[in-house]
T-cell receptor, first 115, second 111 residues
Framework: DAGVIQSPRHEVTEMGQEVTLRCKPI?????LFWYRQTMMRGLELLIY????????DSGMPEDRFSAKMPNASFSTLKIQPSEPRDSAVYFC?????????????FGQGTRLTVV | GENVEQHPSTLSVQEGDSAVIKCTYS??????FPWYKQELGKRPQLIID?????GEKKDQRIAVTLNKTAKHFSLHITETQPEDSAVYFC??????????FGAGTRLFVKA
């Protein structure tokens, strides 16, 4: 298995534009997490899904952020409109999560720069 | 909700010395405590984890301890090497798979 796959690896966009980040979890994993990493705030949990259903989105900073998981092998995190303060590295992670907490495997991350 | 505090934020040790990183958590329902290592420009990767029914776990030069009563857990690295230099994150997870991370500790191992 190639692990958790995220795209793009780098994204530079202008303020006000829509940004879509993509994630393919490890096959067989039923929990998926989106994290944002900045120097100031560290690793923040934005939202997580279990069996494709959003369980907790309390970490989503604003209505400009939305996430979907239409099927077990794909998730998106969308920012619309983007702002410079959204610049960060966004990680997707997945875990087996069958009745107990287990290791979360992280993707390579998407480095987002909003200018 | 869960809140994880991690100390110190930066730690510098001489090669061969030990390094200790400490974390506290707030949610008594947390039952899983992983530790991740993140090298510069790379993704966080699990190095060791401990569950609430265990007080200590060791894997070669790395050990973790958990005190459920006090709600704190620690990472111990012995005989540190330059390749141990990285950012280390503790985390805590309760039922429902929600893993909350500490702020991270940047470890420098001087050769």
């Amino acid at each position: 298995d190639a692990g958790v796959i995220q795209s793009p690896r780098h994204e530079v966009t202008e303020m006000g534009q829509e940004v879509t980040l993509r994630c393919k979890p490890i096959s067989g994993h039923n929990s998926l997490f989106w994290y944002r990493q900045t120097m100031m705030r560290g690793l923040e949990l934005l939202i997580y899904f279990n069996n494709n259903v959003p369980i907790d989105d309390s970490g989503m900073p604003e209505d400009r952020f939305s996430a979907k998981m239409p099927n077990a092998s794909f998730s998106t995190l969308k920012i619309q409109p983007s702002e410079p303060r959204d610049s960060a590295v966004y990680f997707c992670a997945s875990s087996i999560g069958q009745g107990t907490n287990t290791e979360a495997f992280f993707g390579q991350g998407t480095r987002l720069t909003v200018v | 909700g869960e809140n994880v505090e991690q100390h110190p934020s930066t730690l510098s040790v001489q090669e061969g010395d030990s390094a200790v990183i400490k974390c506290t958590y707030s949610d008594s329902a947390s039952n899983y405590f992983p530790w991740y290592k993140q090298e510069l420009g790379k993704r966080p990767q699990l190095i060791i984890d401990i569950r609430s029914n265990v007080g200590e776990k060791k894997d070669q030069r790395i050990a973790v301890t958990l005190n459920k009563t006090a709600k704190h857990f620690s990472l111990h690295i012995t005989e540190t090497q330059p390749e141990d230099s990285a950012v280390y994150f503790c985390a805590a997870a309760a039922g429902g798979f929600k893993t909350i991370f500490g702020a991270g500790t940047r470890l420098f191992v001087k050769a």
